[in-house]
């Protein structure tokens, strides 16, 4: 299952690892499949630094929160 924030699949994003990688330009491989190329580029780089598991869903919740309120 998708993660509900995520504008692509795992299934997508390993396709877009695909076409770049088999030659096609990630300005064609983002129009054919409906997203900007800076996301087009960050699925790359996240399967060439992370390999299969950087297409994964990840969180978006964000690591820290230095303005939090306390709990009391």
Do not use: C, Y
Request: charged residues 30%; glycine residues 6%; without cysteine.
């Amino acid at each position: 299952m998708a993660h509900a924030n995520a504008r692509t699949t795992v299934f997508a994003r390993t396709l877009i690892v695909d076409r770049v990688l088999a030659g096609h330009r990630p300005g064609e491989v983002a129009k054919q499949l409906g997203v900007s190329r800076q996301t087009v580029h960050k699925w790359v780089r996240r399967w060439r630094a992370e390999g299969e598991a950087g297409l994964a869903d990840r969180s978006s919740r964000p690591h820290r929160m230095p303005r939090q309120t306390s709990p009391e």
